[in-house]
């Protein structure tokens, strides 16, 4: 992570980012400024006890692409692998959330993520389960939670969930493969979302950090350079 003075001062943050944007060819600046703009928290993604690293790293690929920008781990039992070869580097331009330091992880997965004022909506057949085409994308921000390949999710997201969402299914088989299921899910909620009336942007704030992180990732001697910022700005 970056210096927090950055975090605290949104003047001194934009600066630096134009320092580092000297550095860089303005193509790439210009991609990454288009890209932000699509950027959304509107639609986060909870992975559950995956541990496939194909169907992992097909899922934050997926989420990149679709413009999704969190997505969170939730490591019960199984601990998350990427496997390169299927995330083309996907990974680096999300923000990964890991929960892993408790005997339940998914509670407290859910609790954030609750006072961050997302719906938890569990993605499995239930009684009281809505059509992926019927779902209601204006009601307030998703939390979309798909589970482990062999069980799907657990009882603690089931028993605590506010809404059931699944896939309208023609054939003998029973679920799709998990990353199949998140490409379907996510595609139709984004597709809605763009197309609904709202905001869904990041705030100017989040854009910026999101920026400044992206940059840290792609410059070179980022030390070396913020180093010599804080020296030229008599910064300690």
Known sequence: MFNKIFLEDPRLRRQFILFLSDFIYDRRIAQLQKVIECRTRYITVVLE??????????????????????????????????NPKVVLGSSKWLTLKKYNGSTNNSEKAISNLRKEGYRIVATSPHTNQVNLDQFDINKGKVAVFFGTEQTGLSDVVLNNADEYLSIPMFGFTESYNISVSAAIVLYNLVGKLRESGVNYNLSNDES??????????ISKNYSMMEKRFFQENKLK
Not at 61 to 76: F, K
């Open 208 to 217: 910026e950090i999101l920026m400044l992180s992206w940059l840290k990732g």
């Open 49 to 82: 006890d995956i541990f496939q690293s194909q169907n992992a790293s097909a899922v934050l690929r997926t989420s990149d692409c679709l413009g999704i920008q969190d997505v969170h781990i939730i490591e019960n039992k199984n601990a998350f692998n990427v």
